[in-house]
């Protein structure tokens, strides 16, 4: 019998793996709705659907290996980055999905949510006042108006599959939807700074890079006292807090 090892598991959701099948269970049936649809309108490889049983979804496995995970090493040629990048264009590029996702919050929105969560930061003393502020100045960069694209959502490295140089699939697509393409970018490469340019080479078109880094600031931001209180560790070295840092 195989063995049922936990992905991840918090209050909100949890990912099992049984063998060659993973088990999502999810507390809001509304994100497995999402995630089904936008899998099966996303034009990359994404994983085989096996059954749907609310609250649960079972998934077929992926071949290959995931380019890493943010606080972790990176792994693959930066073919291979250049690869995915490639993958994030045709996503963008495709037809859009009928709904927003989490990358398609409005402006108006998103700063307000920015500016209460920065005044929690430094209220609560979890992150130093001067850190905070330098990051909300470099997050402002993101608060522009954008063409919506088909995007993710929540396209971290550890949801990117490839085989050798070979995309073969993106798994959790919960956050899939109408947003903005460069938070795409700049989650994927979130703390892999170093492969920005391959991913970029890969996607084919100019980037605005201080749009890339302000999503960098405004996505970690928002993360750390999420983290925190869901049994993560945004402080670890290579994760959220460092890269905040790294914008001082």
Not at 136 to 160: C, K, M, N, S, Y
Request: proline share 7%; charged share 25%; with cysteine.
């Amino acid at each position: 019998m195989d063995e049922v090892s936990v992905v991840v598991a918090h209050s909100e959701r949890a990912t099992l793996r049984v063998g060659d099948v993973f088990l999502k269970v999810d507390a809001d049936q509304a994100r497995l709705d999402v995630e089904v649809e936008a899998m099966a309108l996303a034009p990359v490889p994404t994983p085989k659907v096996l059954w749907r049983k609310p609250p649960a979804l079972a998934i077929a496995a992926l071949p290959g290996a995931t380019l890493g995970r943010l606080g972790g090493p990176s792994t693959g040629s930066p073919t291979a980055w250049a690869a995915a990048g490639a993958a994030i264009r045709k996503l963008h590029d495709a037809p859009l999905p009928p709904r927003p996702g989490r990358a398609g919050r409005s402006i108006v929105a998103l700063a307000a949510e920015l500016d209460d969560e920065c005044k929690l930061l430094m209220t609560n003393g979890v992150l130093p006042a001067d850190l905070v502020t330098r990051n909300r100045q470099v997050a402002e960069a993101a608060l522009r108006p954008w063409t919506p694209a088909f995007t993710h959502g929540d396209l971290q490295i550890a949801h990117v599959f490839v085989d050798g140089d070979e995309v073969t699939g993106i798994i959790d697509w919960s956050e899939a939807g109408q947003g903005d393409a460069l938070y795409d970018l700049a989650t994927f490469t979130l703390g892999h700074e170093e492969h920005l340019d391959d991913v970029i080479a890969g996607y084919g078109t100019d980037i605005d890079l201080d749009v890339i880094h302000a999503w960098w600031s405004l996505r970690s931001l928002l993360a750390v006292r999420w983290l925190s209180e869901h049994g993560f560790d945004p402080f670890a070295p290579g994760c959220e807090v460092d890269v905040l840092r790294s914008r001082m």
